[in-house]
């Protein structure tokens, strides 16, 4: 095969396996102008991408720090590290730094930013200085966040439950409500540019079947961003309201209801957690094909499978709340529901393996990264349903078992989506190659680090550890001590990325423009590519993942 | 028991229906292992097969991919469905409570709990309940939300602030258990626990008559001592309140303002937490401290008082 | 934003650099607004979801407090934003047919009519604080303190309009701004579609006060 697909002047004379050479070619987006001020006023959404990819990338350090703490203090078991306020601040900014300020924007803002108009053909999203101003306002609603952690924390918890949060904690909970509130607006600015840069930017010929599935799969994020996130707003008003001036609706003191809280928190929150799953599932469903050089098995019900989720997800809120006073007929439904999501994750799962299956395997490192993430993203998905189970929940909600479940998911399953994007569009980001072992060996840190890590807390949990722990009784020392240990090979797998990487910004080999023989308009432009995106109006190939072995498509379609 | 061995890897079971659950989970993990292992297997199995470079048949054959598809939504799905199933009936037993069990009221405050059994009778933290009858909780909160949790019953309730929820069960094991607060509830949330003991009939009665429910008991009075803010500002956490440490008080002379020295004995400490402006202390600054009269209810008091007796001032200041 | 006028004549837009074609420019534009207002709604649908909620947790409380809603100063100003929707239709009519002074004419009238509502809102909050129904005040003895559940009917009420008053505010002020732009020369050559779009906007804020008034003030009455 050869992929010479490319229009574009320049590049389609070049052969696509010499690298670009970055710097006589002074017009790529990163070199076109080369000011501060043309980085912190740019409507490029490559840079934007960039600035996201900066501002998350601090984040994670902040939230790691705070579980590097949790950790630390759960080597003991009577509190001897830390007093119980201190840990309790430590979970609360890893939770809400981590879901707010790293894990939501994490995919969509940084790669959804600079490959949605790539992919779709575009020059750029639809409304660019307003893609822009979200980032601003992300990072006004970060400075309250971090404002409330050096005045002194929050200890809330991440889910800032009433009247817990509005009148009984004396800490600086204000700010990190305002902060978080702020956030939810530049997700849904992000939400709305996607959505209507998908619905009308696409370039000739990119029908919505023609779409790779990491563009579905960001819409039904977006979808989701638009849909849910104001409810988590209106209910973080209330609370601010009600904790600042005494006017708000929760109040048990006066009839108010605090579970009425639960119910708006959750109806944002659980749909949020696809909004963290989602796309990661797009970056799988791009590095799976191209690293087995075959066609995506089940392209159409993949794209559905996206959708499914992200209408199912607005009914299962409750299964959070099972063991807090709902009623009967409501848990059951909640239940039952909740089983239902699975069918469109299954359907994601089962069509990735089917697409290894009889494929050209390269086991590079975004490879390693996302058969790692199937792995425990299908272990944290199937926990999810033992949460969802009625009986059981009544035994392990509010368990480590809980920490165990959403922790494989969002670290097991979108941290690795996210860290195998990053090796896999790094060369076209960057235009540069990462160093491929030390990728590979971080991989394997990451893995095994992970595993040591929250394996132990399912056992921990199915035991009855309760989870926001300052202290726990000594026989669940060993299992804690074990995890503990884990995380210290798991930072070492975070950290050789950040040094590697960085590295190779400077000392790596140029990378061509289709380094992995990946199919997707964003490969038929230069590494890294121009400001426009592209030379000309890119040609749309007839089917998405043209790789050279084809799956058959729901037998309609034969090859 | 309560002192299991630090690599146990399967909670104590304590009622049918927490066997019961355990059957479910084992069920379930063994159905998951069905529908999961072979998809591990299968990934690395493909992934060495069709390495690039190794030689392999890889054309496939047109098979129609729609009914693979809906095979492999769909027979999952009813699979686990009867998980679902059998997870809610047990579930929904839990919450019908048959008529002749008996009633525990609990109530859940930062960061203490108090039960009382139907007798009268009351205790902090922990709890003292017969097996082979069915006992029924009904729980609420004073303040934020709390959750009960029994993880040798598999059970676990919220105490919420504006209303009541109950749980009921039947153990059938006798036996000390953990008991812990799992919804969290601010500073001191995970020592807002305590034991849960499972007697025979005969024994609970016996405890009920003459065992520890007399008992002033210690820990009981220190939680109170925590929970009702006196530590808070006796034992000096809050910043510029300046009370009176309490160590090391009871049986002490107290020189009053009106030039009177009395013996601090337990009627004295009673009446200073009713009234704390009778007796004003000789040299005491502004008296900030509320009245506790009809706020605290008389077991508690009785609780408080004992622990004070206790208190003793131990020379490195450790007063536990 | 290249400068060339790519419609002739009167009326047109002009294409900002990143966008092919006129017509994907100004179904982006009137898509995105869409987009936004849906957000906004469901905010708003929060809001109105919990106040029924209130009401059938504390029926006599809710219809307590609402009692005390200030019915005709609600009814005069569902008047007033349905003739501002009036202007404001009126205004994008015009612009259609490039009638530039007579539209801004409208969008003067419209954001008048809006400050209006304005005045009268606070003229109802300057009653409720003499009636004392303000509970939040601690200083101020709060007239139905005996039914305590009615707190959070009033309560509600006050987050909801604000919050309403508040995109009202926003509104006006993004208006006076567009009249001023819209009132130089050839400014219907170029962004025509501005005043369409933010028509959007403003029909929208009329129709939460539309739901609001009948949810707030008579249901429960
Ligand atoms: C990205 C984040 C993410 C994702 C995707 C999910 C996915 C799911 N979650 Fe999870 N969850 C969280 C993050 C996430 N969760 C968080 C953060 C919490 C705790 C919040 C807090 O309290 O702080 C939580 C808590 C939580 C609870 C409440 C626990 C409690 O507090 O009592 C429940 C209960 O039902 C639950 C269920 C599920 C289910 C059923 C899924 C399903 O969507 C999973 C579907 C996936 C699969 C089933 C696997 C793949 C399928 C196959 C391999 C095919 C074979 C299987 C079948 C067809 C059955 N989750
Ligand atoms: C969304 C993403 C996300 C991510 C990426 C992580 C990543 C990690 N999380 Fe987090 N976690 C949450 C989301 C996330 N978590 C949420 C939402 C909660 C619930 C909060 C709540 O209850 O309110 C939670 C809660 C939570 C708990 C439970 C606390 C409790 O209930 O008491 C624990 C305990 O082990 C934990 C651990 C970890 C670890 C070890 C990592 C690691 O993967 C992170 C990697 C970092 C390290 C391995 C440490 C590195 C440390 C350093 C480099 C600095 C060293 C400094 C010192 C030792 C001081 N997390
Ligand atoms: Cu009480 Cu946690
Ligand atoms: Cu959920």
Redesign the pocket.
């Given at each position: 095969m050869s992929s010479a697909g490319s229009l574009q002047g320049e590049a389609a004379a070049r052969d696509p396996h010499t690298p670009s050479p970055t710097l006589d070619r002074p017009d790529d987006y990163l070199h076109a102008q080369s000011t501060l001020r043309s980085w912190f006023l740019t409507t490029d959404h490559k840079r934007i991408a960039l600035l996201y990819l900066a501002s998350i990338t601090a984040f994670f350090v902040v939230g790691a720090v705070a579980a590097g703490f949790v950790r630390l203090a759960l080597v003991v078991p009577d509190g001897a590290i830390m007093t119980n306020d201190t840990y309790n601040k430590a979970f609360t900014i890893h939770?809400v730094v981590m879901?707010w300020f790293f894990?939501i924007p994490s995919i969509p803002a940084t790669f959804g930013n600079f490959l949605i108009p790539l992919m779709i053909g575009a020059k750029d999203l639809a409304f660019p200085k307003l893609n822009l101003a979200s980032w601003y306002v992300f990072m006004t609603g970060a400075l309250f966040t971090l404002a409330a952690v050096v005045l002194g924390g929050v200890d809330t918890?991440?889910?800032f439950y009433a009247p817990l949060s509005t009148a009984f904690s004396n800490t600086w909970v204000l700010p990190a409500l305002i902060g978080v509130t702020i956030v939810g607006f530049s997700s849904i600015l992000t939400g709305l540019n996607f959505v209507v840069t998908i619905h009308t930017m696409r370039a000739p010929g990119m029908t919505w079947f023609r779409l790779p599935i990491f563009v579905w799969t960001h819409y039904a994020t977006s979808l989701i961003f638009l849909l849910a996130t104001p409810v988590i707003t209106l209910a973080l008003i209330l609370l601010i309201a009600e904790r600042a001036f005494h006017v708000g609706v929760f109040d048990p003191a006066y009839g108010g209801d605090p579970v009425l809280f639960q119910h708006l928190f959750w109806f944002y929150?659980?749909p949020a957690?696809?909004i963290?799953?989602l796309p990661g599932m797009g970056v799988i469903s791009e590095i799976v094909p191209a690293f087995a050089q075959k066609k995506l098995f089940g392209y159409r019900f993949v794209a559905y499978a996206a959708i499914g989720?992200a209408s199912v997800?607005f009914f299962?809120w409750g299964?959070?709340m099972?063991?807090n006073g709902q009623s009967d007929l409501a848990s059951l439904a909640?239940?039952a529901l909740?089983?239902a999501?699975?069918?469109p994750?299954?359907v994601?799962?089962?069509n990735w393996t089917a697409t290894i299956h009889k494929g050209s395997l390269r086991l590079d490192t975004p490879m390693l990264y996302a058969m790692g993430y199937i792995g425990l993203?299908?272990l944290?998905?199937?926990t999810?349903?033992y949460?969802?189970t009625l009986a059981i929940?009544q035994h392990?909600?509010?368990t480590y078992f809980?920490v165990a479940?959403?922790h494989y998911?969002?670290v097991g399953?979108?941290v690795l989506a996210f860290l195998g994007g990053l090796h896999f569009w790094w060369p076209k980001i960057t235009g540069r190659m990462y160093s491929e072992p030390w990728g590979r060996i971080s991989a394997l840190f990451i893995f095994i680090g992970f595993n040591v890590t929250f394996f132990p807390q399912f056992i921990l949990g199915y035991l009855g550890m309760p989870r926001r722990y300052a202290t726990y009784p000594p026989e669940f020392q060993l299992l804690n001590v074990l995890s503990s240990a884990g995380s210290t090979i798991l930072a070492a797998g975070y950290l050789f990325p950040m040094v590697y990487l960085v590295h190779s910004l400077w000392f790596g080999r140029r990378a061509p423009g289709n380094p992995w023989d990946a199919k997707g308009l964003e490969w038929e432009t230069a590494s890294p590519p121009p400001p426009h995106n592209f030379a000309g109006v890119p040609r749309v190939p007839e089917v998405p993942y043209d790789y050279p072995i084809q799956a058959p498509e729901t037998g309609r379609q034969h090859t | 028991m309560k002192a299991q061995s630090a690599l146990a890897l399967w909670p104590p079971a304590a009622s049918a229906t927490a066997v019961e659950t355990d059957h479910i989970i084992l069920g379930f993990t063994v159905l998951t292992l069905l529908?999961?292992v072979p998809?591990f297997l299968a990934i690395t199995y493909f992934a060495l097969r069709y390495r690039q470079g190794e030689v392999a048949d890889r054309t496939t054959d047109g098979r129609r991919s729609v009914l693979i598809e809906i095979s492999?939504?769909l027979i999952?799905?009813v699979?686990?469905l009867f998980f679902f199933g059998w997870g809610a009936k047990l579930f929904i037993d839990s919450r019908h409570p048959p008529p002749d069990a008996m009633v525990v009221e609990a109530v859940g405050r930062q960061w203490m709990w108090k039960f009382q059994h139907p007798t009268g009778q009351s205790e902090i933290n922990d709890l003292h309940l017969p097996i082979d009858q069915p006992v029924r909780i009904r729980i609420t909160s004073q303040d934020v939300i709390h959750a009960l949790y029994l993880p040798a019953l598999r059970l676990q309730i919220a105490a919420l602030p504006d209303r009541t929820t109950e749980i009921w069960f039947k153990a059938d094991r006798t036996g000390t258990y953990r008991l812990y607060c799992s919804e969290y509830c601010g500073t001191d949330h995970s020592v807002m626990d305590g034991n849960l003991t499972l007697m025979t009939q005969a024994a609970y009665q016996d405890w009920l008559t003459h065992g520890g429910a007399q008992q002033s008991n210690v820990a009981a009075g220190r939680a109170i001592y925590e929970s009702y803010g006196c530590a808070g500002c006796h034992d000096g956490a809050v910043a510029g309140v300046k009370a009176p440490a309490l160590a090391g008080l009871y049986g002490r002379a107290v020189h009053l303002a009106d030039g009177r020295t009395i013996t601090a004995d337990a009627d004295y400490i009673r009446a200073k937490i009713l009234n704390p402006n009778a007796n004003r202390l000789a040299g005491g600054g502004k008296q900030v401290m509320p009245s506790f009269a009809g706020v605290i209810p008389a077991d508690d008091l009785d609780r408080l008082v004992g622990y004070l007796k206790s208190y003793h001032r131990v020379a490195d200041g450790e007063t536990r | 934003m290249s400068a060339d006028p790519a419609a002739a004549g009167p009326v047109g837009m002009t294409r900002a650099e990143h966008f092919a074609t006129i017509g994907q420019q100004r179904h982006a534009a009137t898509l995105g607004m869409w987009a936004w207002l849906l957000t906004e709604l469901l905010l708003f649908a929060g809001l109105f979801l919990t106040a029924l909620i209130l009401r059938l947790l504390h029926p006599e409380a809710v219809q307590a407090a609402a009692g005390h809603l200030k019915f005709w100063i609600g009814a005069a100003n569902t008047v007033v934003l349905l003739c501002s929707s009036l202007t404001m239709s009126a205004a994008i009519e015009l612009s259609r047919l490039g009638w530039q002074r007579m539209m801004v004419g409208c969008l003067v009238a419209t954001a008048s009519l809006g400050a209006l509502f304005l005045v009268l809102k606070g003229y109802e909050y300057y009653a409720d604080y003499e009636e004392h129904m303000m509970p939040f005040l601690a200083r101020r003895p709060y007239a139905l303190a005996e039914q305590p559940a009615t707190r959070l009917f009033v309560n509600l009420y006050y987050v909801a309009t604000a919050l309403h008053a508040v995109h009202l505010l926003t509104g006006i002020a993004i208006l006076v701004g567009l009249t001023w732009k819209a009132s130089r020369p050839g400014f219907l050559q170029r962004h025509q579609n501005w005043i369409e779009v933010y028509g959007l906007y403003w029909h929208f804020i009329d129709l939460i006060w539309i739901i609001a008034f009948p949810v707030l003030y008579v249901v429960n009455r």
């Amino acid at each position: 095969m050869s992929s010479a697909g490319s229009l574009q002047g320049e590049a389609a004379a070049r052969d696509p396996h010499t690298p670009s050479p970055t710097l006589d070619r002074p017009d790529d987006y990163l070199h076109a102008q080369s000011t501060l001020r043309s980085w912190f006023l740019t409507t490029d959404h490559k840079r934007i991408a960039l600035l996201y990819l900066a501002s998350i990338t601090a984040f994670f350090v902040v939230g790691a720090v705070a579980a590097g703490f949790v950790r630390l203090a759960l080597v003991v078991p009577d509190g001897a590290i830390m007093t119980n306020d201190t840990y309790n601040k430590a979970f609360t900014i890893h939770g809400v730094v981590m879901v707010w300020f790293f894990l939501i924007p994490s995919i969509p803002a940084t790669f959804g930013n600079f490959l949605i108009p790539l992919m779709i053909g575009a020059k750029d999203l639809a409304f660019p200085k307003l893609n822009l101003a979200s980032w601003y306002v992300f990072m006004t609603g970060a400075l309250f966040t971090l404002a409330a952690v050096v005045l002194g924390g929050v200890d809330t918890g991440w889910t800032f439950y009433a009247p817990l949060s509005t009148a009984f904690s004396n800490t600086w909970v204000l700010p990190a409500l305002i902060g978080v509130t702020i956030v939810g607006f530049s997700s849904i600015l992000t939400g709305l540019n996607f959505v209507v840069t998908i619905h009308t930017m696409r370039a000739p010929g990119m029908t919505w079947f023609r779409l790779p599935i990491f563009v579905w799969t960001h819409y039904a994020t977006s979808l989701i961003f638009l849909l849910a996130t104001p409810v988590i707003t209106l209910a973080l008003i209330l609370l601010i309201a009600e904790r600042a001036f005494h006017v708000g609706v929760f109040d048990p003191a006066y009839g108010g209801d605090p579970v009425l809280f639960q119910h708006l928190f959750w109806f944002y929150s659980h749909p949020a957690v696809y909004i963290m799953v989602l796309p990661g599932m797009g970056v799988i469903s791009e590095i799976v094909p191209a690293f087995a050089q075959k066609k995506l098995f089940g392209y159409r019900f993949v794209a559905y499978a996206a959708i499914g989720l992200a209408s199912v997800t607005f009914f299962v809120w409750g299964h959070h709340m099972f063991v807090n006073g709902q009623s009967d007929l409501a848990s059951l439904a909640f239940s039952a529901l909740s089983f239902a999501v699975a069918v469109p994750s299954a359907v994601k799962v089962y069509n990735w393996t089917a697409t290894i299956h009889k494929g050209s395997l390269r086991l590079d490192t975004p490879m390693l990264y996302a058969m790692g993430y199937i792995g425990l993203f299908v272990l944290g998905g199937l926990t999810g349903l033992y949460l969802a189970t009625l009986a059981i929940n009544q035994h392990i909600h509010a368990t480590y078992f809980v920490v165990a479940h959403f922790h494989y998911i969002m670290v097991g399953g979108t941290v690795l989506a996210f860290l195998g994007g990053l090796h896999f569009w790094w060369p076209k980001i960057t235009g540069r190659m990462y160093s491929e072992p030390w990728g590979r060996i971080s991989a394997l840190f990451i893995f095994i680090g992970f595993n040591v890590t929250f394996f132990p807390q399912f056992i921990l949990g199915y035991l009855g550890m309760p989870r926001r722990y300052a202290t726990y009784p000594p026989e669940f020392q060993l299992l804690n001590v074990l995890s503990s240990a884990g995380s210290t090979i798991l930072a070492a797998g975070y950290l050789f990325p950040m040094v590697y990487l960085v590295h190779s910004l400077w000392f790596g080999r140029r990378a061509p423009g289709n380094p992995w023989d990946a199919k997707g308009l964003e490969w038929e432009t230069a590494s890294p590519p121009p400001p426009h995106n592209f030379a000309g109006v890119p040609r749309v190939p007839e089917v998405p993942y043209d790789y050279p072995i084809q799956a058959p498509e729901t037998g309609r379609q034969h090859t | 028991m309560k002192a299991q061995s630090a690599l146990a890897l399967w909670p104590p079971a304590a009622s049918a229906t927490a066997v019961e659950t355990d059957h479910i989970i084992l069920g379930f993990t063994v159905l998951t292992l069905l529908l999961t292992v072979p998809v591990f297997l299968a990934i690395t199995y493909f992934a060495l097969r069709y390495r690039q470079g190794e030689v392999a048949d890889r054309t496939t054959d047109g098979r129609r991919s729609v009914l693979i598809e809906i095979s492999w939504m769909l027979i999952p799905y009813v699979l686990t469905l009867f998980f679902f199933g059998w997870g809610a009936k047990l579930f929904i037993d839990s919450r019908h409570p048959p008529p002749d069990a008996m009633v525990v009221e609990a109530v859940g405050r930062q960061w203490m709990w108090k039960f009382q059994h139907p007798t009268g009778q009351s205790e902090i933290n922990d709890l003292h309940l017969p097996i082979d009858q069915p006992v029924r909780i009904r729980i609420t909160s004073q303040d934020v939300i709390h959750a009960l949790y029994l993880p040798a019953l598999r059970l676990q309730i919220a105490a919420l602030p504006d209303r009541t929820t109950e749980i009921w069960f039947k153990a059938d094991r006798t036996g000390t258990y953990r008991l812990y607060c799992s919804e969290y509830c601010g500073t001191d949330h995970s020592v807002m626990d305590g034991n849960l003991t499972l007697m025979t009939q005969a024994a609970y009665q016996d405890w009920l008559t003459h065992g520890g429910a007399q008992q002033s008991n210690v820990a009981a009075g220190r939680a109170i001592y925590e929970s009702y803010g006196c530590a808070g500002c006796h034992d000096g956490a809050v910043a510029g309140v300046k009370a009176p440490a309490l160590a090391g008080l009871y049986g002490r002379a107290v020189h009053l303002a009106d030039g009177r020295t009395i013996t601090a004995d337990a009627d004295y400490i009673r009446a200073k937490i009713l009234n704390p402006n009778a007796n004003r202390l000789a040299g005491g600054g502004k008296q900030v401290m509320p009245s506790f009269a009809g706020v605290i209810p008389a077991d508690d008091l009785d609780r408080l008082v004992g622990y004070l007796k206790s208190y003793h001032r131990v020379a490195d200041g450790e007063t536990r | 934003m290249s400068a060339d006028p790519a419609a002739a004549g009167p009326v047109g837009m002009t294409r900002a650099e990143h966008f092919a074609t006129i017509g994907q420019q100004r179904h982006a534009a009137t898509l995105g607004m869409w987009a936004w207002l849906l957000t906004e709604l469901l905010l708003f649908a929060g809001l109105f979801l919990t106040a029924l909620i209130l009401r059938l947790l504390h029926p006599e409380a809710v219809q307590a407090a609402a009692g005390h809603l200030k019915f005709w100063i609600g009814a005069a100003n569902t008047v007033v934003l349905l003739c501002s929707s009036l202007t404001m239709s009126a205004a994008i009519e015009l612009s259609r047919l490039g009638w530039q002074r007579m539209m801004v004419g409208c969008l003067v009238a419209t954001a008048s009519l809006g400050a209006l509502f304005l005045v009268l809102k606070g003229y109802e909050y300057y009653a409720d604080y003499e009636e004392h129904m303000m509970p939040f005040l601690a200083r101020r003895p709060y007239a139905l303190a005996e039914q305590p559940a009615t707190r959070l009917f009033v309560n509600l009420y006050y987050v909801a309009t604000a919050l309403h008053a508040v995109h009202l505010l926003t509104g006006i002020a993004i208006l006076v701004g567009l009249t001023w732009k819209a009132s130089r020369p050839g400014f219907l050559q170029r962004h025509q579609n501005w005043i369409e779009v933010y028509g959007l906007y403003w029909h929208f804020i009329d129709l939460i006060w539309i739901i609001a008034f009948p949810v707030l003030y008579v249901v429960n009455r």
